[in-house]
């Protein structure tokens, strides 16, 4: 439940490089480090938080 209330938050405050076009290789560590985070809590929320 934690997950998916976080993965909402992510969703509303934190862009999206997705829609962004970030080229992967040239993404700044803070920009891999948000990516990182938003894909850790994605897949925890999908997962149900197991």
């Known amino acids: 439940?934690?997950?998916?209330?976080?993965a909402k938050?992510?969703?509303a405050v934190l862009p999206s490089f997705t829609?962004?076009?970030?080229?992967?290789s040239?993404?700044?560590k803070w920009q891999?480090?948000?990516i990182g985070?938003?894909?850790y809590v994605?897949?925890?929320a999908l997962d149900g938080g197991n």
């Not at 439940?1 to 976080?6: A, E, F, N, Q, T």
């Not at 829609?19 to 992967?24: E, W, Y």
Request: charged share 30%; aromatic share 12%; proline share 0%.
């Open 42 to 44: 994605t897949t925890r």
């Open 19 to 24: 829609k962004k076009g970030l080229d992967l």
């Open 9 to 11: 938050i992510n969703k």
């Open 37 to 39: 985070w938003r894909y």
């Open 1 to 6: 439940m934690l997950y998916k209330i976080l």
């Open 26 to 28: 040239k993404a700044s």
């Open 32 to 34: 891999l480090a948000l």
